[in-house]
């Protein structure tokens, strides 16, 4: 039997999602990590949507979502004033908000999801050295000093920054660090703008303070300065230092005590490549950016959700270039995402009397616009990624606004009366063949020729008005990756290129 184990290096968000992934694929997977714990803290705090329909999937989304808090709106302030007042109920997806949830809590949902299905984390156990010729050899250190070498067909490395797995396969970490000093703390905190079921950003003269109610007791707090408060640098930081760099944006809210606080810093650094041979690299080995717009893990778990797949469908028999597609997409995502913070965190952090008065006097106007709020809303809860120019993607054209490469929202259907949804019921981790008024001939050949695919049989009659306005007309066939994208549109009489496009992805 061929070798199939994937050695996943790093069980945080990442590493775990990569590993139900993975497991629910049938496929052998080992965790390992260094820490003989998971996360106390919780730096990550943001689910963002297009995460949660991934949790659907998995059925951790309602866990989820009783354990946070749903915030629906963010309000921007300059120098007290109001600038910019901006909501999330208008996105396409049944989670039109942003979670707020510890990552501790979303670790615990992960873990406990993935040690259902047989995968437990070897801890602590440490990645000391790796190479790959004509196989990948790998040395693990366990607790008591004892070394195991192993031979997996492929690594994921999911070990954050300071990847050891990005290190030993000596991939360039590009970028460089942010010039201003933050401070991150879980608060008790009282005063006339403590916020409520809300983000709030508060800007004055280029520092930043950032505030998200993480319970009725405690709110989350970041705090970005450009100068370097005088601290001595061999002491913890305390709430008086925390109180004194909330002062100095002039937010009126008292610190009344802190379950944690940390000073730390922020680069802007992406991997020059996320695969090497047989080795990848997710999550923030891969890129590592500032915390706006809450985008970081989500994009990890994003990452792992298209790696999995595809090493998945290699296994099954597909051609290893289709592992190439990994970086093309990802990769451009991340890159997409280091200019959106980069720029964003330049934008709130401006502090040129005359580009501030600029930016409070157009901001409040330009985000009122609806193209622009449409733009902000997909990418801040990551529903507007798309894969178009994708390698992989095949497009034969036709009417209807869903293009192969573009997620597939979860449309509303009527079934006699009563109301779902397309996606409500997708929880395996299989292709998802759609065809559209397709006859019963059709279907049954779609069903014998996809044999690692769900057919299903789709009325026009089922979709409401946005269903028909994405969808098209009759006669056409969709095919759903197992991350949510559609990899394939076209109408059934291209049934010739549909096997080109099965046989790629090992379907047929």
Known sequence: MANNIVLIVGAGPTGMTAAIELKRLGMDVRIIDKSDHMARYSQALVVQARTLEQFQRYGLADEAIARGR????AKFYSEGKLIVDFTLNRVASRYPYALFIPQSQTECLLNSHMESLGVKTERPVELVSLTQDSEIRATLQHADGRKEDVSPRWVIGCDGAHSAVREKTGTAFEGGRVGMSFFLADAEIIGPETPGDELSLHLNRGDVVFMGRLSDRVVRLIVALHEQP???????????????????????????SAEWMTPFHVTDRQAKHYRIGNVFLAGDASHIHSPVGGQGMNTGIQDAASLGWKLAAVARGADDRLLNSYEEERGEVGRA???????????????NPILEKLRDTFAPIITKLPPVQQAAMGFITETAIEYRSSSIVVDYGGDGHLRAGDRLPDLSLRNGGLQSTLLQDWTTPRHRVFGLNLDEDDIETLRNDLRHADVIHL????????????????????????????????????????????????LA
């Open 70 to 73: 749903m915030l629906r709106r």
């Open 230 to 256: 005088e601290m001595d640098s061999k002491r913890e930081l305390t709430i008086a230092d925390l109180q004194c760099a909330v002062d100095r944006v002039g937010v009126r809210v008292q610190i009344q």
């Open 337 to 351: 995402l280091l200019r959106f913070t980069e720029r964003g965190l330049k934008v709130a952090t401006v502090s």
């Open 459 to 506: 009325a026009t009659a089922d979709l409401d008005a946005e269903g028909r306005y994405l969808l098209g007309d009759d006669g056409k066939m969709f095919v759903l990756r197992p991350d949510g994208y559609v990899g394939f549109r076209g109408r059934m009489g291209y049934q010739a290129e549909l096997m080109n496009y099965a046989r790629q992805e090992a």
